[in-house]
């Protein structure tokens, strides 16, 4: 387990942390909204432990955490009313699940739709570490099965966590909250998961 500064994190535990992602890890990181897990996005190994971490099924969409609008275009299809909102709502704690491109290993697509859900965070460690990686995380939100919210606790994810990745990043509290879910895929926008992200008027449930 590593501390980094919430707000000016440090460039060597940086480049720790990043190492261990490119080396295969999986590790627990703060975002805008909650705590979450993810490996690189190559890594299928690490994917298949974060779905058994979480016990989730191949239906449920993980993330590719993004650095930019650019990274989402090379990893969805993204049209002139998809790219307005995704424009007035990046960075922050929102997902979007959109058509994959043939740069998405099928693996991450949705099996039927070939969705897949992405986001740009707005929190400096995340960010630094998107850009010390090179690419975009693979990830999910940190909550167990049978709990009722993710945790922020980071004592909590010490005691949880620490044996089941390969690094835990402290970078203090974060919300208990997960990301505002907007599909994107269809004509028009619908709103999936509210969540931390405030919802833009006029979005279909």
């Known amino acids: 387990m590593i501390e980094i500064h919430p707000v000016d994190p440090q460039a060597r535990l940086i480049r720790q ?28 190994a690490g994917m298949e432990r974060i779905r058994r971490i979480r016990q989730l099924d191949e239906q449920y969409h993980l993330t590719l955490v993004c650095r930019d609008l650019s990274e989402i275009s090379v990893y969805a299809k993204v049209d002139n009313t998809a790219y307005r909102l995704l424009k007035a709502l990046t960075p922050g704690p929102y997902a979007f699940l959109l058509k994959a491109t043939h740069e998405v290993p099928r693996r991450l697509q949705h099996p039927k739709r070939k969705t897949v859900g992405l986001r ?52 203090g509290a974060c919300s208990l909250e997960p990301t505002t879910v907007i599909d994107l895929e269809g004509d028009v926008p619908r709103l999936m998961r509210r969540g931390r992200g405030e919802v833009p008027p006029g979005l279909e449930e």
């Open 17 to 44: 942390a990043a190492d261990v992602v490119l080396e295969g890890g999986v590790i627990v990181y703060p975002t805008d909204s909650c705590y979450a897990l993810g490996c690189a996005m190559g890594n299928k």
């Open 120 to 171: 740009i965070p707005d929190n400096p460690i995340c960010n630094a570490l998107l850009e010390a990686v090179g690419q975009p995380l693979m990830s999910s939100t940190l909550e167990l099965p049978g709990d009722d919210h993710p945790m922020s606790d980071t004592f909590e994810i010490r005691e949880r966590m620490m044996p089941l990745v390969d690094l835990v990043i402290d970078g």
